[in-house]
């Protein structure tokens, strides 16, 4: 399995931007999908946005579509996620994903390998 590192989470006010990275030990798996889920506390693991690997396509929940973007640098083996108009409901552990397939996917049980999250907190 791939090694994920999740970095960029903190503390932010609401309506702040905040930009998450991700960066990948095999440049292999820039070439397959990889997604964002988070969890907030007392709450299952969501989707939040995914990438396909090569025509990198892209799929977003409807809670975050038109505030947050996926992206990857694949010279850079590093995955991103930038956040934009942060609202409390945005609170939650942050983790990045990766399947050995390149189809997008927005099921968890789909993707081989985790990062440890990185934590993200939105509030006044």
């Known amino acids: 399995q791939v090694q994920l590192v999740e970095s960029g989470g903190g503390l932010v006010l609401p309506g702040a931007s905040l930009s998450l990275s991700c960066a990948a030990s095999?440049?292999?798996?820039?070439?397959?999908?990889m997604g964002w889920f988070r969890q907030a506390p007392g709450k299952e693991r969501e989707f939040v946005a995914a990438?396909?690997?090569?025509?990198?396509?892209?799929s977003y929940a409807e809670s975050v579509k038109g505030r947050f973007t996926i992206s990857r640098d694949k010279a850079k083996n590093t995955l991103y996620l930038q956040m934009n108009s942060l609202t409390p409901d945005d609170t939650a552990v942050y983790y990045c994903?990766?399947?050995?397939?390149?189809?997008?996917?927005?099921?968890?049980?789909?993707?081989?390998?985790w990062g440890r999250g990185t934590r993200v907190t939105v509030s006044s």
């Open positions: 994903a990766a399947r050995s397939h390149p189809a997008i996917s927005t099921m968890s049980g789909s993707y081989d390998s």
């Open positions: 095999e440049r292999t798996f820039m070439r397959y999908a």
């Open positions: 990438i396909s690997g090569v025509t990198e396509l892209t």
